[in-house]
């Protein structure tokens, strides 16, 4: 098995279920909600701004996936008396940054639009 399918198929099987539109559903509900509960909910932005008459207000997330490394597997040979051993194949383990940055827009106090950017903005549906 190629080490890029490994890798698809680790990813897939931690976002079960978890899929963006699933995020922007839980994003829509934010929409029209005051400033305070936006922030009393997600807690203090990671940054603020304001241009145009509106505020932005963004939130980011990071974390390390670890996948873990395929075994390989091992042909023995013997030739005479003796037993040679190869392994073939395998994979070492690797780290997946994930993160997930989410603006929110406000006309006043109130929430009325959002944009995300990442490979982490997902949820379950």
């Known amino acids: 098995m190629s080490r890029y399918l490994v890798i ?7 976002t079960a279920c978890a899929t963006v539109a699933g995020y922007e ?9 005051q400033e305070i509960d936006l922030v009393r909910s997600w807690g203090p932005p990671l940054r603020s701004y304001k241009t145009g008459g509106h ?3 963004v939130y980011s997330s990071h974390r390390n996936v670890y996948l873990p490394g395929t075994a390989p597997i091992y042909q023995t040979t013997v030739i005479g008396n003796t037993a040679y051993t190869d ?3 395998g994979s070492p383990g690797m780290n997946i940054g994930m993160s ?5 827009e406000l006309e006043g106090t109130k929430v009325v639009s959002f944009s995300h950017n990442g490979n982490d903005c997902k949820a379950k549906e």
């Open 8 to 14: 698809v198929i680790a990813a897939v099987a931690l």
């Open 25 to 33: 559903k839980i994003l829509n509900t934010w929409i029209g909600v």
């Open 87 to 89: 392994a073939i194949g």
């Open 55 to 57: 505020k932005f207000i």
């Open 100 to 104: 997930c940055t989410t603006t929110f």
